[in-house]
């Protein structure tokens, strides 16, 4: 009996007050996030938007270095591998040869300047 | 003990958010001096190719030679617009697409690559960008070149060396 008297009356002092409860609660709320923070970031999806060759910083590199070079957007169809390793010998430069339509990027006269009279 | 108060919660929250933050804005901060840097170097790269285009030395008497000596000037004058240490571990080399090496006309002149990181902090991660900047303004025949054509002509009309004097009538035709 005199067991179970301490320990009732120590059960009864830790209800009386409020001690702790910000920090259990605290505890609590830090798991859920925790919890949340650690599925999303485990995530194939998320996982894949920020890391990987085609995550977000990825493209982010992969634009600076193809609009430094060539003056223009980069868009994700473009092979940058062979594009960045372009070596001059050929005339598919982006900036020069207009890859959707295969046209050069520079212009001029369709017709000869007409003859002075 | 320590843990029967709130005291330092703030500061651990201020770090947590603050470090993330700060990792953003040195992301943009190098992002935009990559920028910066990179309009220098295009100047400097522009600037040795217009030097690359004009400059013929009178010390060398090949097209080669010439060709070689102009690439020579196009780097001293990337250099002088560009200081070694205006830009931070710059690793950069200038090279030069000379004519007649199996390059295309349109690309002949000089360009540069180099990388530098994308970002400082931990945001974005510090894998290098690899940056590539080309100005192909082309190159004025030499001196030398022109003399060999000029040769090449009068010999089709006098059938002697060029070392022969020759007076050259233009008959208006």
Redesign the interface.
Known sequence: MDVVWVGKSINLRLLRNNLGQSVVEYILLLAVISSLGYTFYNNKRFKAFIKGNDGMFATMKKGMGYSYRYGLEYKTEIPIDEKMSFNYQSNKHDTYLNPQDEKSRFFAGSKPYPLQP | MN??N?KG?STIEFITTFSAAVGFIFLFLK?AT?YTE?YMVHHATYMASRAFLVSDSESQQSIEGRDKSAFTVASAVFKKNLPEKLIKNFNGELKP?YPGA???A??IGVWIEYTQP?SIGFV??K?P??????SFLGREPTRVESIAQVCAAIKTVTEADCKTEATLDDNGG
Do not use: A, W
């Open positions: 843990v029967k709130n919660q992002m990559n990179g697409n199996g390059i295309l349109p690309f994308f974005g991660g894998d960008v690899t940056f590539r900047s080309e």
